[in-house]
């Protein structure tokens, strides 16, 4: 177990629709990232937060947002839903301060399936 | 953006022989190379990390060289077992002021180990 929280653990929907997916980071970590993982792609880097901050951002499309609220928690949401987007979403956090190891932890993943 | 090829993709190995995995990267900055582990249906998890003031780092089975004049690190594994089987991402970051930057992963490396 990382302590890295994320639900849901499964979820489907129709093209068009909006959903958002929740993390909880470890207690005490102040980074959040999201990362879509694909069957061909990888680990893909979307976004990342720090204490309540937009921190960096990748690849991530504008029909997707995301948020870390003031106790660390965040949420990605995805909109307008295209076939496209079905994969799996990690939330990994870290400790982010002077000294740390670099590790990030990653939670089970949310299976995201569009039809 | 940083940008991190990993090779090969798929590499299958006999029971006990060595495994090695390459990575380039693009930003002569990036100073954080970890390497994770996802087992089928699991969570990424690091497994040996290394940083640019070090040429190379082993802990017992698994050793990872960096050559930062080339823009290239290895993932070696020796004495493979069928539980190494899984699929290794390498990874680079910049480390900035003492907080961790965010992650960009290679696309994979699915290494099967045959009993």
């Known amino acids: 177990d990382s302590g890295v929280t994320q639900t849901p653990k499964h979820l489907i929907t129709a093209t068009g629709q909006r959903v958002t997916l929740r993390c909880s980071p470890r207690s005490g970590d102040l980074s959040v990232y999201w990362y879509q993982q694909s069957l061909d792609q990888g680990l893909q880097f979307l976004i990342q937060y720090y204490n309540g901050e937009e921190r960096a951002k990748g690849n991530i499309l504008e029909r997707f947002s995301a948020q870390q609220f003031p106790d660390l928690h965040s949420e990605l949401n995805l909109s307008s839903l295209e076939l496209g987007d079905s994969a799996l979403y990690f939330c990994?956090?870290?400790?982010?301060?002077?000294?740390?190891?670099?590790?990030?932890?990653f939670g089970e993943g949310s299976r995201l399936t569009v039809l | 953006g940083e940008n991190v090829e990993q090779h090969p993709s798929t590499l299958s190995v006999q029971e006990g022989d060595s495994a090695v995995i390459k990575c380039t990267y693009s930003d002569s900055a990036s100073n954080y190379f970890p390497w994770y582990k996802q087992e089928l249906g699991k969570r990424p998890q690091l497994i040996i990390d290394?940083?640019?003031?070090?040429g190379e780092k082993k802990d017992q089975r698994i050793a990872v060289t960096l050559n930062k004049t080339a823009k290239h690190f290895s993932l070696h594994i020796t004495e493979t077992q069928p539980e190494d089987s899984a699929v290794y991402f390498c990874?680079?970051?910049?480390?900035?002021?003492?907080?961790?930057?965010?992650?960009?992963f290679g696309k994979g490396t699915k290494l099967s180990v045959k009993p």
């Open positions: 990874a680079a970051s910049l480390n900035y002021g003492g907080s961790q930057g965010n992650l960009i």
């Open positions: 290394i940083r640019s003031n070090v």
């Open positions: 990994a956090s870290s400790v982010a301060a002077s000294g740390n190891t670099g590790e990030l932890f």
